[in-house]
């Protein structure tokens, strides 16, 4: 199994800025695609922000130009997120898409942190 921890949320004013990471372990054979997604209330949970294995991002239009989604190693992403806007309010989750440990038979799984909370305050 995978468990993600990430870390960083909290409170910032319009403008700011604000960095997440996610950390990834535990028993797997590997992980691909990482990413940031987020869920603000009262609306469905929606991409952010997806980086490959390699390293090769890929962002929502909403936040082009103002996030940046880095992979430190096969285990940690970043998000580095300037410019906030009130609407990016939500709570970000970090994803990896990996294969289980070989003794599990290296199945496809996803695995979901437990959440961040960031609020941009006006």
């Known amino acids: 199994q995978v468990q993600l921890v990430e870390s960083g949320g909290g409170l910032v004013q319009v403008g700011g800025s604000l960095r997440l990471s996610c950390a990834a372990s535990g028993v797997f054979y590997r992980i691909n695609d990482m990413g940031w997604y987020r869920q603000a209330p009262g609306k469905q949970r929606e991409l952010v922000a997806t980086i490959t294995r390699d390293g090769n991002p890929n962002y929502a239009d909403s936040v082009k130009g103002r996030f940046t989604i880095s992979r430190d190693n096969v285990k940690t992403i970043n998000l580095q997120m300037n410019s906030l806007k009130p609407e990016d309010t939500a709570v970000y989750y970090c994803?990896?898409?990996?294969?289980?440990?070989?003794?599990?038979?290296?199945?496809?799984?996803?695995?979901w942190g437990q959440g961040t909370l960031v609020t941009v305050s006006s």
């Open positions: 994803k990896a898409d990996a294969l289980s440990a070989l003794s599990s038979g290296r199945k496809p799984l996803n695995a």
